[in-house]
């Protein structure tokens, strides 16, 4: 029950991190540490293979979003 609680604990953390900073660069920070706090949490859970899908899914996904955020902020017009 402890680690159900650090790893939900890291999940928000994550989350504020994304929603407290308007730096693209601090969310892609705090997307990251969300995921592997949720992938960690599937890994205690006993299924590893769904953890590593979903984080080499959220892993793309959110490359995808920080780029994107990155050539946005990069545009002065």
Known sequence: MAYFV???G???RGVSVVASNP???YG???LVLGSIA???WLLSL???????VLFM????GMLVVFV???SLAADPF
């Open 38 to 40: 949720g992938c960690g």
């Open 68 to 70: 994107y955020s990155v």
């Open 10 to 12: 890291l999940c928000f």
């Open 23 to 25: 730096s693209p660069y």
């Open 6 to 8: 650090l790893f939900l």
């Open 57 to 60: 899914v959220y892993l793309g």
């Open 28 to 30: 892609v920070i705090g």
């Open 46 to 52: 006993g299924v590893s293979f769904v953890a590593l």
